[in-house]
Nanobody
Framework: QVQLVESGGGLVQVGGSLRLSCAAS????????MGWFRQAPGKEREFVAA???????YYADSVKGRFTISRDNVKNTVYLQMNSLKPEDTAVYYC?????????????????WGQGTQVTVSS
């Protein structure tokens, strides 16, 4: 069992930055692939970024070059550094854990989810 708690969301102006954190419980954190997804009102949940157990990273085209995913297996935490934020980045951001460790872009392949943290980018 893995429990995930996101933090770091908030209100930021266009062009600003935020760093999201996701703290995980459980001793097997380092074996999981971790992902960040987001969901805007009226839209489906979409993939943002993922990092495998050994640090391989994947990004959605819409955030490539602006967002960076990283993990600290000692602190059982995954991060999402978001720079050059745009109004279309406004959404609830969720972290998720996948025991297969594949870095999937597909939400239903993840086993555990956090409650989400709101990110609002004002123009």
């Amino acid at each position: 069992q893995v429990q995930l708690v996101e933090s770091g969301g908030g209100l930021v102006q266009v062009g600003g930055s935020l760093r999201l954190s996701c703290a995980a419980s459980g001793r097997t954190f380092s074996a999981y692939s971790m992902g960040w997804f987001r969901q805007a009102p009226g839209k489906e949940r979409e993939f943002v970024a993922a990092i495998t157990w050994n640090g391989r990273t994947y990004y959605a085209d819409s955030v490539k070059g602006r967002f960076t995913i990283s993990r600290d297996n000692v602190k059982n935490t995954v991060y999402l550094q978001m720079n050059s934020l745009k109004p279309e980045d406004t959404a609830v951001y969720y972290c998720a854990a996948d025991h297969l460790g594949l870095g999937s872009r597909v939400p239903h392949e993840y086993d555990y989810w956090g409650q989400g943290t709101q990110v609002t980018v004002s123009s």
